[in-house]
T-cell receptor, first 111, second 112 residues
Framework: GIQVEQSPPDLILQEGANSTLRCNFSDSVNNLQWFHQNPWGQLINLFYIPSGTKQNGRLSATTVATERYSLLYISSSQTTDSGVYFCAGNHYGGSQGNLIFGKGTKLSVKP | DADVTQTPRNRITKTGKRIMLECSQTKGHDRMYWYRQDPGLGLRLIYYSFDVKDINKGEISDGYSVSRQAQAKFSLSLESAIPNQTALYFC???????????FGQGTRLTVV
């Protein structure tokens, strides 16, 4: 079926540590996006990354579309990085253009 | 001002009441979506619209209806609210072609 799966579901880090979040996606899903949901519930766009690598400050993302996975790297984590990270992919084909979400990785960064 | 604006941001309503959540966008996108988020879950699609004359049901449309009043406006209605519709609701927009999606700030709805 159409799936977007994230791991790990929960992650606790000490401030300053690095982390890698993973997103696997099934066939008929493409054009991955990464979001950060802050403690107020807002969804913040991090990366739109159908393939390749992008960097924005301490965050970077890589999507290997041929192997159907994407990675989000957080370096030198800060307490403000806490929240839930979602990946979402575009379902092309039958339902045309819907964004399918994973269940998220809840990140807690301790001071 | 936000590119995708949802109103209200928070709402408490009683079981059986009709309620409308509104979404407007200034991004000029043709596609608009309504999602709901429940604790511990990702976002699930309620309805989506590819243009003013096109409305489609999503994964969990029962108990909801929508109206696309203009390209920039897409509203979600709960005809008779029930407690299990308590959730965080998001509106989203994107261009045709599976491009980057943008979300509103969310509406936290509580049905008592």
């Amino acid at each position: 079926g159409i799936q977007v799966e994230q791991s790990p579901p929960d992650l606790i880090l000490q401030e300053g540590a690095n982390s890698t979040l993973r997103c696997n996606f099934s066939d008929s899903v493409n054009n991955l996006q990464w979001f950060h949901q802050n403690p107020w519930g807002q969804l913040i766009n991090l990366f739109y990354i159908p393939s390749g690598t992008k960097q924005n400050g301490r965050l970077s993302a890589t999507t290997v579309a041929t192997e159907r996975y994407s990675l989000l790297y957080i370096s030198s984590s800060q307490t403000t990085d806490s929240g839930v990270y979602f990946c979402a992919g575009n379902h092309y084909g039958g339902s045309q253009g819907n964004l399918i979400f994973g269940k998220g990785t809840k990140l807690s960064v301790k001071p | 001002d936000a590119d995708v604006t949802q109103t209200p941001r928070n709402r408490i309503t009683k079981t059986g009441k009709r309620i409308m959540l509104e979404c407007s966008q200034t991004k000029g996108h043709d596609r608009m979506y309504w999602y709901r988020q429940d604790p511990g879950l990702g976002l699930r699609l309620i309805y989506y619209s590819f243009d003013v004359k096109d409305i489609n049901k999503g994964e969990i449309s029962d108990g909801y209806s929508v109206s696309r009043q203009a390209q920039a406006k897409f509203s979600l209605s709960l005809e008779s609210a029930i407690p299990n519709q308590t959730a965080l609701y998001f509106c989203a927009t994107r261009r045709q072609g599976g491009t980057e999606a943008f979300f509103g700030q969310g509406t936290r709805l509580t049905v008592v």
